[in-house]
Nanobody, 124 residues
Framework: VQLQAFGGGLVQAGGSLRLSCAAS????????MGWFRQASGKEREFVAT????????YYADSVNGRFTISRDNAKNTLYLQMNSLKSEDTAVYYC??????????????????WGQGTQVTVSS
């Protein structure tokens, strides 16, 4: 299993970024996927999750209405569209794979594989 996240960078507050996560080595369309983030000196936190089919999504309160998680099962790729970015969104963002097929969770311990992370920095 490999998950490779990319698309991070430096953006001004109020701006947008789109993260991508390229997946390989497993049946991507059978597993829920999630995005998590970890700010410097803080614990990793849940951001968003999407079901295996892409039909349902769930967001942390802090990003709800600003971020959109989606997936393209034909391309084995997960996305996170981030709009109206704030300085508090600054963190390393990780994509992750659910450990059980056809489920989706918000707790990190349900995820068994993680990407390497991509840095998002929002300047105020």
């Amino acid at each position: 299993v490999q998950l490779q996240a990319f698309g991070g960078g430096l953006v001004q507050a109020g701006g947008s970024l789109r993260l991508s996560c390229a997946a390989s080595g497993f049946a991507f369309g059978d597993y829920g996927m999630g995005w998590f983030r970890q700010a410097s000196g803080k614990e990793r936190e849940f951001v968003a999750t999407v079901t295996w089919s892409g039909s349902s999504t769930y967001y942390a309160d802090s990003v709800n209405g600003r971020f959109t998680i989606s997936r393209d099962n034909a391309k084995n790729t997960l996305y996170l569209q981030m709009n109206s970015l704030k300085s508090e969104d600054t963190a390393v963002y990780y994509c992750a794979k659910d450990g059980v097929p056809r489920t989706y969770y918000t707790a990190s311990y349900f995820y068994d594989y993680w990407g390497q992370g991509t840095q998002v920095t929002v300047s105020s």
